[in-house]
């Protein structure tokens, strides 16, 4: 005769045991930022073979960091001869920068611009890319470079070709691939500034490159200004503060 109490606690106990398998069942072996999820984007799935025998879509979440070689600040130091032309004479510092640096006295004015390269290797090339955003840390503002620049755009380059930062990918055409592309930021609060580059991110996956580059500049670089140092400065990957650049990258891994 069985025992109505007894059963039901059986029941009971079959089903908490169920309950906790189905809450465990999400350890897919990825990291946090790279998490397999649904065909919404939204709900972790397993990892298991029947998903791709079924020709359910499987899409990745992922963070990719900055190529620390391939990123920083360039400047194209404008001289003025006698004849006032122009002698220009690029060269390569630290953190990523905009802005503009004008000295009267020694008739000089050094444009400012920052270089970021992601690197997706691990993204594979026939994969199809849903979303990517980069997300730069404004960290401090000298000066006033809002009013001189309006507003800092971003430039997709190609730094395939070099191993660290070259002073020909401060608006050498060779290595533009497309120019403004978007707004990163247009005022001097501090913090993260956010920019939409799928369709950029994807056509460096079509294109075979390796790694995704943006070039930050003045929409405005006036040649004159008064005397002064107006930049917006952007943290680096190696940057004292551990805040670093950021791309987070949607994508299908085609079947």
Same mark, same amino acid.
């Given at each position: 005769?069985? $025992?109505?109490?007894?059963?039901?606690?059986? *029941?009971?106990?079959?089903?908490?045991?169920?309950?906790?398998?189905?809450?465990?069942?999400?350890?897919?072996?990825?990291?946090?930022?790279?998490?397999?999820?649904?065909?919404?984007?939204?709900?972790?799935?397993?990892?298991?073979?029947? +998903?791709?025998?079924?020709?359910?879509?499987?899409?990745?979440?992922?963070?990719?960091?900055?190529?620390?070689?391939?990123?920083?600040?360039?400047?194209?130091? +404008?001289?003025?001869?006698?004849?006032?032309?122009?002698?220009?004479?690029?060269?390569?510092?630290?953190?990523?920068?905009?802005?503009?640096?004008?000295?009267?006295?020694?008739?000089? *004015? +050094?444009?400012?611009?920052?270089?970021?390269?992601?690197?997706?290797?691990?993204?594979?090339?026939?994969?199809?890319?849903?979303?990517?955003?980069?997300?730069?840390?404004?960290?401090?503002?000298?000066? $006033?470079?809002?009013?001189?620049?309006?507003?800092?755009?971003?430039? $997709?380059?190609?730094?395939?070709?070099?191993?660290? *930062?070259?002073?020909?990918?401060?608006?050498?055409?060779?290595?533009?691939?497309?120019?403004?592309?978007?707004?990163?930021?247009?005022?001097?609060?501090?913090?993260?500034?956010?920019?939409?580059?799928?369709?950029?991110?994807?056509?460096?996956?079509?294109?075979?490159?390796?790694?995704?580059?943006?070039?930050?500049?003045?929409?405005?670089?006036?040649?004159?200004?008064?005397?002064?140092?107006?930049?917006?400065?952007?943290?680096?990957?190696?940057?004292?503060?551990?805040?670093?650049?950021?791309?987070?990258?949607?994508?299908? *891994?085609?079947?």
């Amino acid at each position: 005769m069985n $025992h109505p109490i007894r059963s039901t606690f059986l *029941l009971y106990a079959l089903i908490s045991l169920l309950f906790l398998l189905a809450c465990n069942d999400d350890d897919d072996g990825l990291t946090v930022a790279e998490r397999r999820v649904d065909e919404a984007g939204k709900v972790p799935v397993s990892k298991d073979k029947s +998903v791709a025998e079924r020709g359910v879509p499987s899409f990745f979440e992922i963070t990719l960091f900055g190529v620390p070689a391939l990123e920083g600040l360039l400047t194209d130091e +404008v001289g003025l001869d006698a004849a006032g032309n122009r002698e220009p004479e690029t060269f390569k510092s630290l953190e990523p920068q905009a802005g503009l640096e004008y000295g009267p006295q020694q008739g000089r *004015l +050094v444009i400012s611009r920052g270089i970021y390269t992601f690197d997706r290797a691990r993204i594979t090339l026939d994969s199809t890319i849903e979303s990517a955003r980069i997300f730069l840390y404004q960290k401090s503002v000298e000066g $006033h470079p809002y009013e001189l620049l309006e507003e800092i755009v971003v430039d $997709h380059i190609d730094t395939s070709s070099f191993a660290e *930062l070259n002073p020909a990918l401060f608006d050498d055409d060779a290595f533009t691939l497309e120019r403004n592309i978007g707004t990163i930021s247009e005022d001097p609060s501090l913090g993260y500034k956010v920019l939409d580059v799928t369709a950029q991110v994807q056509a460096d996956n079509d294109a075979g490159r390796m790694t995704s580059s943006f070039r930050l500049r003045g929409l405005k670089e006036q040649l004159f200004q008064l005397e002064g140092n107006d930049q917006a400065i952007f943290t680096d990957s190696l940057n004292e503060l551990g805040i670093v650049p950021e791309m987070d990258v949607l994508y299908e *891994l085609n079947q």
